[in-house]
């Protein structure tokens, strides 16, 4: 399944099929990239993140892919699982040298078991 | 502890009261900061501490809202004459100095005002 944020804020996919999240950033300044999990009544998880000279960066089950000329993120989750379940949000560093992140809407996934 | 604690969870509040969130970080952790979260929307940031002072207060949106970290350690949220349209979940998060953006966020305080 796939989703692309703003547009398709939710995104339902069945157990053990791969997952495609979609962000598009706004700021071509931008040099540092994450993305978080939200579980319901929780904060953001850190999931991972990607520096702007890199176009990959894999963790585990996990795939964030960097598009610099479109400006666009995306994440990737192999086999997804239930417990895969929650809002996902894009963050980016606008003001590189500052210490804030500014968050996307988010998108939220849903795992049919 | 082990993660970053907030009290209250939650908090209901009347129009125009003055209400106090708390932030305990990571221990360890010199930097904070605060964000705010409304329905549907990702975090939206407020203040960023380094140690004692605020590095970072642009993201306050107007003089009601004010945050201290006397000791470096514990800090609060303070927002006076509260309004409706501050409602909203309030998001702490640490991280040691010096470890980019990798913070930790809290579970945060829901605040309701009525």
């Known amino acids: 399944g796939e989703s692309v944020g703003l547009h398709l804020p939710t995104l339902s996919v069945q157990e053990g099929d791969n997952s495609i999240i979609n962000c598009a950033y706004s700021?071509?300044?931008?040099?540092?990239f994450i993305w978080y999990k939200q579980e319901s009544g929780k904060g953001p998880q850190f999931i991972i993140d990607?520096?702007?000279?890199?176009d990959k960066r894999q963790g585990q089950r996990v795939t964030v892919l960097l598009n610099k000329t479109v400006k666009h993120l995306s994440l990737q989750i192999a086999a997804t699982q239930p417990g895969d379940s929650a809002v996902y949000f894009c963050?980016?560093?606008?003001?590189?040298?500052?210490?804030?992140?500014?968050f996307g809407t988010g998108t939220r996934l849903t795992v049919i078991p | 502890g082990a993660g970053v604690s907030q009290t209250p969870s939650n908090k209901v509040t009347e129009k125009g009261k003055y209400v106090e969130l708390r932030c305990d970080p990571i221990?360890?952790?010199?930097?904070l900061y605060w964000y705010r979260q409304s329905l549907g929307q990702g975090p939206e940031f407020l203040i960023y501490?380094?140690?004692?002072?605020?590095?970072?207060d642009s993201g306050l949106p107007n003089d009601r809202f004010f945050a201290v970290r006397p000791e470096g350690s514990v800090s609060t949220l303070k927002i006076q004459r509260t309004e409706r349209g501050d409602s909203a979940v309030y998001l702490c998060?640490?991280?040691?100095?010096?470890?980019?953006?990798?913070?930790?966020f809290g579970s945060g305080t829901r605040l309701t005002v009525v």
């Open positions: 963050a980016e560093n606008k003001n590189p040298g500052a210490n804030n992140l500014f």
């Open positions: 700021n071509s300044a931008s040099d540092y």
């Open positions: 221990s360890g952790h010199t930097a």
């Open positions: 501490f380094q140690g004692t002072g605020a590095a970072d």
């Open positions: 998060a640490s991280k040691p100095q010096g470890a980019g953006y990798g913070y930790t």
């Open positions: 990607i520096r702007s000279n890199m």
